[in-house]
């Protein structure tokens, strides 16, 4: 316990799933926490399950596309808790096409969210970061930001921008003691998993090669790892989490 004592944590996609694990966790090691996500009653919900356990927690609505709304979340946060010094880039979405039929339209949210809105929050925390002398930034990619998945192009196109976007931003920051590392979650059991997996449950057990899937927690603990000063000389790395499936 205790390993954020002190620490400001803004997560985003917070309302469910890895998101919310995350922010559970981060509030039992003594991180003031910053949930965002779209969907807040779900959201709310994790916040006052935070609070009710002893933990300080905020939620905002949040469209992780938006500059504008950044610079919100980035205001409410210092003028609740003073500063920010870790970030999250949680939120995101999946899309399933082939390249062939693949819609520009879809494409483009895609990017957006996953890959855009990432970039977008770390320009919004970096200054308050600076401010403090330090930082951690989490960016949660994906093994499909290390592979090709088939079906998947505008998801791993966005998933494998971000894999070298963070450690673009880690070079950057490094002499500000700014950490930039990405997560590489595999088959992780989600509300936003769970509907595919259980019409294709076949399909994803040739891949994980440990006899169980992942689950929300299994991320949560490594990116508190990459969140505290246990992986202070960790910068532009890369935390695969996948049960074994990059392993070949």
């Not at 905020?58 to 920010?84: D, Q």
């Not at 320009?123 to 308050?128: D, M, R």
């Amino acid at each position: 316990m205790g390993r954020l004592t002190g620490k400001t944590a803004i997560i985003t996609g917070a309302a469910t799933g890895m998101g919310a694990e995350e922010a559970r966790l981060f509030a039992r090691e003594g991180a003031q926490v910053v949930l965002t996500d779209v969907n807040l009653e779900a959201m709310n919900q994790v916040t006052e399950e935070i609070k009710a356990a002893g933990g300080e927690a905020l939620a905002l609505k949040h469209n992780v596309a938006s500059e504008e709304e950044w610079t919100n979340v980035v205001e409410e946060t210092v003028a609740r808790f003073g500063k920010v010094d870790i970030l999250v880039n949680n939120a995101g979405i999946s899309a399933r096409t082939t390249i062939g039929n693949l819609d520009l339209t879809e494409w483009q949210r895609v990017l957006d969210i996953n890959l855009t809105g990432c970039v977008v929050g770390m320009k919004a925390v970096i200054p308050e970061m600076q401010k403090v002398g330090a930082g951690s930034i989490i960016n949660i990619s994906s093994i499909g930001g290390i592979v090709g998945m088939a079906g998947s192009s505008a998801y791993t196109a966005a998933k494998g921008g971000l894999r070298t976007l963070t450690k673009a931003a880690a070079v950057e920051y490094a002499k500000q003691s700014i950490r930039v590392n990405s997560v590489h979650p595999g088959i992780i059991v989600t509300p936003m998993t769970e509907p595919s997996m259980k019409d294709a449950m076949p399909y994803y057990q040739t891949f994980t090669k440990l006899p169980y899937f992942g689950k929300p927690e299994d991320v949560a603990y490594g990116v508190l790892f990459l969140a505290s000063d246990e992986s202070r000389f960790m910068t532009g790395s890369e935390l695969v989490i996948d049960g074994g499936w990059t392993a070949l």
